[in-house]
């Protein structure tokens, strides 16, 4: 069986740089909100698609904010605790995820079994999409 985990690639057309896979079943996306200074962190885990042959599915598990700010409301049911306010997302099984970087913001943190680092450690930003896919690493291309 293949390793599950996530694939990072650039969305524009003609990148040179190629895709990445990252071993990860569970992990952590944080980011902190680029002129609110509000952080945000969602878990999440990839795993088997109930159909076989199909690839991974991205599920969203847990999510948790730093306060609200302009435009950056908690949800309804979120619950505050210990100053972040906690929710389970709505969207259960993404497919992947857009993920906007840019050169004026920091980058998105990535953690892993409790070690965070910069997005960038796995694949460069080129200012714009990020795509991040539940896959498998028999399917990364090469």
């Known amino acids: 069986m293949s390793m599950l985990g996530v694939c990072l690639a650039l969305a ?3 990148s040179t740089v190629p895709p990445v896979f990252v071993p990860a079943e569970r992990f952590t996306l944080a980011w902190t909100h680029s002129i609110e200074k ?4 969602e878990d999440y885990a990839v795993v088997p698609s109930s159909a076989s042959g199909e690839p991974p599915v991205l599920q969203a598990l847990a999510a948790r904010v730093r306060g609200s700010a302009a435009g950056m409301e908690p949800p309804d049911d979120a619950v505050l605790r210990n100053g972040w306010y906690g929710y389970t997302p709505r969207m259960w099984s993404p497919q992947g995820l857009r993920l906007t970087r840019s050169p004026f913001a920091d980058d998105y943190t990535w ?5 965070c680092e ?3 450690r ?3 930003s080129d200012g714009g999409i990020t795509l991040l896919t539940p896959c498998t ?3 990364t291309p090469r």
């Open 38 to 41: 509000v952080r945000w962190e």
């Open 118 to 120: 910069p997005m960038a």
């Open 12 to 14: 524009a057309s003609g």
């Open 137 to 139: 690493e028999a399917a």
């Open 111 to 115: 953690c892993i079994q409790g070690r």
């Open 122 to 124: 796995w694949l460069p």
